[in-house]
């Protein structure tokens, strides 16, 4: 059982490229997330599903789009990525809604832009 | 929006001791998270709860919901227990209960 899988791992980009980062869950969890992880931040929500065929945006969204694929696949993409997009990138996923369920993280994607 | 604190911000031991992290939150939730994070892995949950206590191995958590305050506490702590331990709350209502606010972290050393 793999859990929540998220590729790549790690990834540099120059200004300007786009990128999209993968998630799937084999769970078959209801809601999936991307967080963002940067020093002194905590974790911050990107965007969110809530279920198949639904997305809404989080905290800090702009620059960023996701696309809900199918119940198991959740991704990210970055349009024209800039240096204040280098961070840690989490995907999650939990069971249904993550206010009243465990959620359940990938290993995390590494981004810089240079 | 519901403010997450936590403290200590970094805390360091010495193996068999017992430790404590605090983390208070400023309005109603639906449950709140204990998360751990080793340097440079992935991020477990740890436990969920909306009341009272659980307890996993030497791990214990507490809520406190009048007073809006949770702890985790470890004990007989060792060196693997070195991480990032994050609390996160969970929110009411529909929608807003599709998400959790997170704290910043507190990083624990425990020193052989």
């Given amino acids: 059982n793999a859990g929540v899988t998220q590729t790549p791992k790690f990834q540099v980009l120059k200004t300007g490229q786009s990128m999209t980062l993968q998630c799937a869950q084999d769970m078959n969890h209801n809601s999936m997330y991307w967080y963002r992880q940067d020093p002194g931040m905590g974790l911050r929500l990107i965007y969110y599903s809530a279920s198949e065929g639904t997305t809404d945006k989080g905290e800090v969204p702009n620059g960023y789009n996701v696309s809900r694929l199918n119940k198991r696949e959740f991704s990210l993409r970055l349009e024209s990525a800039a240096p204040s997009q280098t961070s840690v990138y989490f995907c999650a996923s939990a069971r249904d809604r993550v206010g009243y369920d465990i959620q359940y993280f990938g290993a995390g994607t590494r981004l810089s832009v240079l | ?112």
């Avoid at chain 2, 639906?30 to 740890?46: K, N, T, Y």
């Avoid at chain 2, 009341?51 to 809520?63: E, V, Y």
């Fill in chain 2, 1 to 112: 929006k519901n403010e997450v604190e936590q403290s200590p911000q970094n805390l360091t031991a010495q193996e068999g001791e017992f430790i404590t992290i605090n983390c208070s939150y400023s309005v109603g939730i639906s449950a709140l998270h204990w998360l751990q994070q080793h340097p440079g892995g992935g991020i477990v949950s740890l436990f969920m709860l909306s009341s009272g206590k659980k307890k996993h191995g030497r791990l214990i958590a507490t809520i406190n919901i009048q007073e809006k305050h949770s702890s985790l506490h470890i004990t007989a702590s060792h060196p693997r227990d070195s991480a990032v331990y994050i609390c996160a709350v969970g929110h009411r209502g529909t929608g807003a209960n599709s998400k959790l606010t997170f704290g910043k972290g507190i990083t624990l050393s425990v020193r052989p």
